[in-house]
């Protein structure tokens, strides 16, 4: 039987130099130039786990592809089932007919082909949630760096993420200033009542189990 798994979900980041007003920062990293040019560079794996909105959206990822991937295991046992018990059927000659065994055989399919169908739906689902959150994060960070640079006159923002930059100085990195500046501008937005509905039953399903 085939597994219902979605693969886990890779989260790029993009950041530019750029100008607008900056806001004032609590730290002032040190910087340094070389050839004229001024440069930074951010740590994306510090931005994505120290972000307030990163973090927040990938807690709701999670739950969307945990939810997904419930659904998609529990009709997929429904399937099996519904496969093993017509096998045996077949095997112990419980059906009246041919058309009888053809017409079960054929309501099988069907439930296969629905599964199918709707795993696609769920992965592509998942995948526009996951590029609307992209691309709210690309915009975030453009947004603020634009205002971060009109003070500091970077020429150049890389963000360093793996081994993408292979060595870099210290002095060059900006990484907790930009994260600070970022979770100040933060402003969670509020949960839909049908999350926090989903969450109280969830909590009260916890407390039950525990008595």
């Given at each position: 039987?085939?597994?219902?798994?979605?693969?886990?979900?890779?989260?790029?980041?993009?950041?530019?130099?750029?100008?607008?007003?900056?806001?004032?920062?609590?730290?002032?990293?040190?910087?340094?130039?070389?050839?004229?040019?001024k440069?930074?560079?951010?740590?994306?794996?510090?931005?994505?786990?120290?972000?307030?909105?990163?973090?927040?959206?990938?807690?709701?990822?999670?739950?969307?592809?945990?939810?997904?991937?419930n659904?998609?295991?529990?009709?997929?046992?429904?399937?099996?089932?519904?496969?093993?018990?017509?096998?045996?059927?077949?095997?112990?000659?419980?059906?009246?007919?041919?058309?009888?065994?053809?017409?079960?055989?054929?309501?099988?399919?069907?439930?296969?082909?629905?599964?199918?169908?709707?795993?696609?739906?769920?992965?592509?689902?998942?995948?526009?949630?996951?590029?609307?959150?992209?691309?709210?994060?690309?915009?975030s960070?453009?947004?603020?760096?634009?205002?971060?640079?009109?003070?500091?006159?970077?020429?150049?923002?890389?963000?360093?993420?793996?081994?993408?930059?292979?060595?870099?100085?210290?002095?060059?990195d900006?990484?907790?200033?930009?994260?600070?500046?970022?979770?100040?501008?933060?402003?969670?937005?509020?949960?839909?009542?049908?999350?926090?509905?989903?969450?109280?039953?969830?909590?009260?399903?916890?407390?039950?189990?525990?008595?």
């Open positions: 039987m085939k597994k219902y798994i979605f693969p886990a979900l890779a989260i790029a980041a993009m950041m530019v130099s750029c100008n607008n007003q900056s806001p004032k920062m609590d730290e002032q990293p040190a910087t340094a130039s070389g050839e004229g040019m440069i930074a560079y951010v740590e994306v794996d510090s931005l994505m786990t120290q972000y307030n909105f990163a973090k927040d959206y990938s807690v709701t990822l999670q739950k969307k592809s945990n939810n997904a991937r659904t998609l295991n529990q009709k997929g046992n429904a399937l099996q089932a519904a496969m093993a018990n017509f096998q045996q059927k077949l095997n112990n000659n419980g059906f009246q007919s041919r058309e009888q065994a053809a017409s079960q055989q054929a309501a099988i399919q069907r439930q296969q082909n629905d599964l199918q169908e709707l795993q696609a739906r769920l992965e592509n689902e998942l995948a526009s949630e996951t590029a609307k959150f992209n691309e709210a994060l690309r915009d960070l453009q947004n603020f760096l634009k205002a971060y640079n009109e003070d500091k006159k970077f020429d150049l923002i890389l963000s360093k993420a793996g081994d993408n930059i292979l060595m870099g100085n210290k002095k060059l900006i990484t907790q200033d930009v994260i600070n500046g970022l979770n100040k501008r933060y402003k969670p937005t509020a949960k839909p009542a049908a999350e926090k509905a989903e969450e109280k039953k969830a909590e009260e399903k916890k407390a039950e189990e525990k008595k």
